[in-house]
């Protein structure tokens, strides 16, 4: 792997943006903080759900200042794209990673910490310290083609058997869990012949063995991995220059990860001293938004508290102990004990907000954790709510469909349609809408209502109602123009064609008086040449009529022999009810040849 990537020029971020644009505060490196034998706790390393994919590429984006590369094989990181495969499971290693025929480098990124158990922000880090990739405004092909380093010896070319930028994610991730797997049974041997292994090693400063080497006392996995994967550790010129380079038996590898970990994410080592905790929802309410989750602090069994905040206003930041009785804590952290969740309701006003989360640090540990932060949707107390989200007139009437619901109850309650201010229909909003679940999951999804009320034709004011419950204003969802079709038939015509052998005709009609399939006159000449049933599926028609169905399209061959020479084509729709017979577009002259 590249362990001699050189620090010079490198510019280092100073915060790391969440979906939300909150900022979190990034940690300032100095070499008396770097710890050769704990680079990086385990606990981080394989946090394997630290990001989304959302914040990977909203992070990565955040790296790429002044990128003008935005398509090709090229792109900066957070506008590339490439074909991934599938890569079985592997007991132990990896699970399948299910490939696509295009993905983003952050679903890669995600998709393929999830798969192998390794922390996302561990995979940014290496394309960084291997390859600058992640900051890079002009990236190489060279860059995506090692981008992990995997493969690359420093004695040798690279192996293009793991060319690709998915390949090198996904191989360098596996590895780290080979390691993990193999390096116990003493597979993995050091330059001076002995196994790798957690505790004492002999490690180079610098492939040219003339540099010397230090003992280091490794505590953990995670360090062990980093060490295999890069087999040199800093000598002291490199660490007084951590932004730069040292001298001649200076190796920067294993260096610049924590130095590039530490300003991005937050110290790399000290996991099990910081808090930690899941924010599990955060769900909409009348006027309140529930939030619920958990945090525990590795230094006391006793509760301890959550930070949260509403819209990243700092006046809204509200600090509550989390001492909720959560026993599934249990089986996966005997000795902190259960009190550790936490159950809060915040007054907000109606609409969307943005909600965000603190575990505090209590004792020792050098940070709060940030768990992330969630979007709910706040009703306003009062007045029922909802929308028209699909209005049409059909044969004799209107259709209205859409959703409503009252902030005080979870249940259905009525809308009332209104035809030119007298009541036309009511119906209990039940049924299942997947768009209200989303917006007010605390509500559920069955309040959809699909009405149809009867008007004659014409133009009409069509109102629509929800019915407060128990009691109070009915507030009106919508007020619009709905014209009800009469008359004559409609349709369009859009090709004929001719022979001596007969016509044959294209086009859609249908009579605005029913919803039922219309037939289609067709003459030669001004004498009838064939009748046909309009009732093909068509999407014009359907989408210009939708309370009409899809069934009036037509096309048809008309088998009559007829003379050599011109003739003149007409197509009428034939009408049901009022109205009359309707020439669908114009007459057509063709000619019949032999």
């Known amino acids: 792997m590249l362990a001699l990537a050189l620090a010079a020029g490198l510019a280092f971020a100073t915060a790391v943006v969440t979906d939300s644009g909150e900022t979190a505060q990034a940690f300032n490196v100095t070499p008396n903080q770097w710890s050769p034998g704990n680079i990086i706790s385990d606990e981080v390393f394989f946090n394997s759900t630290s990001m989304s994919v959302s914040q990977i590429q909203s992070f990565v984006a955040g790296q790429e200042s002044g990128c003008t590369h935005t398509s090709g094989t090229t792109a900066c990181l957070s506008h590339y794209k490439t074909a991934t495969t599938t890569k079985a499971a592997e007991s132990g290693l990896c699970s399948t990673y299910t490939g696509s025929s295009s993905e983003s480098a952050a679903t890669i990124i995600y998709k393929v910490a999830r798969a192998c158990g390794i922390n996302p922000q561990v995979i940014l880090v290496t394309l960084q310290k291997e390859q600058g990739l992640v900051t890079s405004t002009a990236p ?56 790798w292994q ?211 109850t979870t249940g259905p309650i009525d809308v009332a349609v ?77 090709k004929i064609t001719g022979s001596t052998n007969g016509v044959s005709v294209w086009g859609w009609a249908l009579d605005p008086d029913t919803a039922d399939p219309i037939s289609v006159l067709v003459t030669v000449d001004g004498v009838e040449f064939g009748r046909i049933v309009a009732d093909d599926a068509n999407s014009t028609a359907a989408a210009k009529y939708p309370g009409y169905g899809t069934a009036h399209g037509f096309y048809q061959s008309l088998k009559k022999k007829q003379s050599l020479g011109d003739h003149r084509v007409c197509v009428y729709g034939l009408n049901v009810g009022s109205g009359g017979n309707a020439r669908l577009g114009s007459c057509v002259t063709i000619t019949a040849t032999q």
């Open 140 to 195: 190489t092909s060279y860059m995506y083609r090692s981008a992990m380093g995997y493969g690359c010896p420093d004695t040798a070319a690279c192996d293009s058997t793991y060319y690709g930028f998915f390949n090198q994610v996904f191989m360098a991730a596996r590895q780290f869990k080979l390691y993990g797997k193999y390096a116990p049974s003493g597979n993995y041997i050091n330059y001076n012949g002995k196994p």
């Open 418 to 494: 209104y035809v030119d201010g007298k009541a036309a229909g009511r119906q209990l909003a039940d049924t299942a809408r997947s768009d209200v679940s989303r917006g007010y999951p605390h509500w559920g999804a069955d309040h959809g209502y699909s009405i149809d009320v009867a008007a004659s034709p014409g133009t009409h004011s069509v109102c629509v109602y929800a019915i407060n419950t128990p009691s109070g204003g009915n507030p009106r969802l919508s007020c619009d123009k709905v014209t009800v079709l009469s008359g004559k038939p409609t349709g369009q015509l859009t």
């Open 198 to 408: 957690i505790g004492t090693n002999q490690i180079l400063y610098n492939p040219d063995t003339s540099c010397g080497s230090r003992t280091v006392n490794i505590v953990n996995q995670a360090t062990l991995d980093l060490y295999i994967y890069t087999p040199y550790t800093p000598n002291q010129a490199a660490l007084d220059n951590l932004s730069g380079t040292g001298d001649t038996c200076s190796s920067y590898g294993n260096r610049n990860f924590w130095v590039w970990f530490s300003k991005w994410f937050g110290p790399p080592n000290d996991a099990g001293s910081v808090p930690l905790g899941a924010f599990d929802s955060a769900v909409g309410l009348s006027g309140q938004i529930e939030v619920k989750g958990w945090v525990l602090d590795p230094n006391t069994t006793n509760p301890t508290n959550v930070r949260i905040s509403v819209d990243g206003n700092a006046d809204t930041v509200k600090t509550v102990r989390a001492s909720l009785t959560r026993n599934d804590l249990a089986a996966v952290y005997p000795d902190a004990g259960v009190r550790h969740g936490f159950d809060v309701k915040l007054d907000v006003s109606g609409g969307l907000h943005t909600i965000c989360a603190s575990a505090v640090n209590v004792g020792a540990g050098s940070r709060n954790t940030k768990l992330g932060c969630k979007q709910a949707r706040a009703v306003t107390p009062g007045l029922p709510i909802g929308k028209v989200t699909t209005e049409y007139p059909e044969p004799n009437g209107v259709h209205v469909e859409g959703w409503a619901l009252d902030p005080e």
